[in-house]
């Protein structure tokens, strides 16, 4: 892989000064991307710069670090209102999008511990039903003799029917 380290430091001579600062006035920069010839920075340049040297294709390497510079004249009042809006935007929604993976994290986190606690009393909830019906016979005498006449047959609750269910009176 070729060193680009000096055109790597011109760039960023270009940019000295006048960089992305989030609480600083908007920067605009000619070719940070293809498709457009100037936007606002979102970032630092030096980022870019990273990008641009690990991720494109060599032979678009040089051109791109060769034209990308600040615009230093005056941008139409519309341009330039519309790009710190987008920029300060863009950064409430990097922001938002940092919230929102810290809270993914923690409800990660917590759903792993939800999980864990759920399999911890499905176990220990077995443990119990093992324990009741080995003592099935003592826990039934103890039903009769706290509750007399309860309705427990022995299975399940039984229910007195209902109106519709009992047969007519004569």
């Not at 923690?106 to 009393?121: N, P």
């Not at 099935?136 to 309860?150: H, Q, R, S, V």
Request: include cysteine.
């Amino acid at each position: 892989m070729p060193d680009y380290s000096e055109l790597r430091a011109r760039v960023l001579a270009r940019f000295e000064g006048c960089d992305y600062d989030p609480n600083g006035p908007t920067v605009f920069a000619w070719h940070v991307h293809h498709d457009r010839p100037c936007e606002p920075l979102t970032e630092p340049i030096a980022n870019r710069v990273d990008y641009i040297t690990a991720e494109k294709e060599q032979r678009e390497i040089p051109t791109r670090l060769e034209w990308l510079r600040p615009v230093r004249g005056d941008l139409p009042g519309d341009v330039k209102e519309a790009g710190d809006k987008y920029r300060k935007a863009r950064d409430k929604y990097l922001e938002a999008g940092d919230k929102c993976r810290e809270a993914w994290d923690k409800y990660q986190e917590a759903a792993g511990k939800y999980q864990e606690a759920g399999d911890k009393c499905r176990k220990a909830r077995d443990k119990y039903q093992e324990a009741a019906y080995k003592c099935k016979t003592d826990i039934e005498a103890l039903y009769a003799i706290e509750c007399p006449g309860g309705p427990w047959d022995g299975e399940k609750m039984v229910f007195a029917r209902s109106r519709i269910e009992r047969e007519p009176k004569k």
